[in-house]
């Protein structure tokens, strides 16, 4: 007589319903206070199904701490919408020029949290575009502003902008 083989009956993590494993990815995906993003995207990698479902949690707090992340996050939210309504909170280190276009991205969104560090910015340029990313801020319903100040005089062009646009912004916010 041949024994038969016996099919292993315990349940793998791949069997697990996928709210379980929402909730696990949600967790394992809060930003940490430190800058490097490795392990938090390692888990994303893991197979589809950890990518598929863990996406959004990615896109939920956003820390943006360059120029060239900001821009690179406008293309991404800008070619992928359903990203955009996944964002919550913005956490940026300079009032980064490319910001209008992550706000055009989140338009008619709301935004629970925008932690926004002012700076004197490198030309005058970056006051121009300014001007036309913070006309953007206006269409993002904010709940909750954090303004920082580094190494910036508000009696510097790029503040002053900022804080006149802001002003025009925070008459159309519904939830703040």
């Known amino acids: 007589m041949h024994a038969r083989p016996t099919q292993d009956l315990r349940p793998s993590f791949g069997d697990m319903p996928e709210e379980l494993v929402e909730r696990i990815l949600f967790y394992a995906l809060i930003p940490p206070f430190s800058s490097h993003s490795s392990s938090r995207l390692a888990s994303l990698l893991v197979c589809r199904k950890f990518n598929r479902i863990g996406t959004p949690h990615l896109y939920r707090s956003l820390r943006i701490q360059t120029a060239r992340s900001a821009s690179l996050l406008a293309r991404t939210l800008t070619s992928t919408p359903e990203l955009a309504s996944c964002v919550k909170h913005i956490y940026a280190r300079a009032s980064f020029a490319a910001l209008g276009d992550v706000f055009r991205a989140c338009a008619g969104k709301r935004l629970d949290l925008l932690d ?5 910015g490198v030309d005058d340029d970056d006051v121009v575009l300014g001007k ?11 709940k909750s502003l954090v303004l920082r100040k580094r190494g910036a005089y508000l009696t510097q062009e790029r503040p002053k902008v900022v804080m006149q646009c802001l002003a025009k912004a925070v008459l159309r916010w519904q939830n703040l």
């Open 132 to 142: 036309q990313f913070w006309e953007c801020l206006g269409d993002v319903d904010v």
């Open 116 to 120: 926004l560090t002012l700076d004197a």
